[in-house]
């Protein structure tokens, strides 16, 4: 979206040189395309991008009244500031460290380190369901089950112990994995 000129002007008014004005011109004009640089290289951040944008045209400005010999093509030129500034912008957001709060400090003392009560309720409610689905699974299924997933056993002593082949016990612990998950699929 273009400002209208007489925006410009209104802008440039207050600044009193005809090098002010030329770069508001020559900012508005691009500053669209600034825009949208900025948000893709704050990844998305659309808020940080009109701050970038904002922090990236006072810097360019005070550049540009200092220096106005040196910039050759506005438009680059101020796609290179702003691009800087976002890196440094993405670069300070990585050094930033949240700090637990006090409440997030309690709970991890009372239920350890990233254990959340409501987490912990949930674990404890799906546990029961899971062992109630192991439980109701049929003996055939059951046993293979158990003796595979909970104890471990690998696939040759489970043939031995319950008197079937390999591929059977792969079979039925495929079938038993099928039945909890549609069990469970009612939890979740």
Do not use: K
Not at 6 to 16: F, N, Q, Y
Not at 72 to 93: E, K, T, Y
Not at 166 to 173: F, G, H, K, L, S
Request: with cysteine; proline share 5%.
């Amino acid at each position: 979206m273009m400002v209208p000129h007489l925006a410009v002007d209104a802008r440039t008014e207050g600044s009193g040189t005809d090098q002010d004005a030329e770069f508001w011109r020559s900012f508005f004009a691009h500053r669209e395309l600034c825009l949208r640089m900025c948000v893709r290289w704050l990844h998305g951040n659309r808020h940080d991008a009109e701050d970038a944008l904002s922090r990236g045209v006072l810097r360019a400005l005070g550049y540009h009244r200092r220096h106005p010999e040196r910039i050759g093509s506005f438009r680059p030129w101020m796609l290179r500031l702003l691009h800087n500034l976002c890196v440094d912008i993405r670069a300070a957001q990585g050094r930033m460290i949240e700090l637990p709060s006090e409440e997030d400090e309690r709970i991890a003392m009372l239920f350890g380190p990233g254990v959340t009560p409501d987490r912990t309720l949930y674990a404890s409610e799906l546990r029961g369901v899971l062992d109630q689905a192991v439980a109701e699974l049929p003996a055939w299924l059951h046993t293979v089950f158990c003796l595979r997933l909970l104890d471990e056993v690998p696939y040759p002593d489970i043939c031995l112990q319950v008197q079937i082949s390999p591929e059977n016990a792969r079979q039925r612990i495929q079938q038993a994995r099928r039945r909890l998950r549609s069990q469970l699929r009612q939890f979740t």
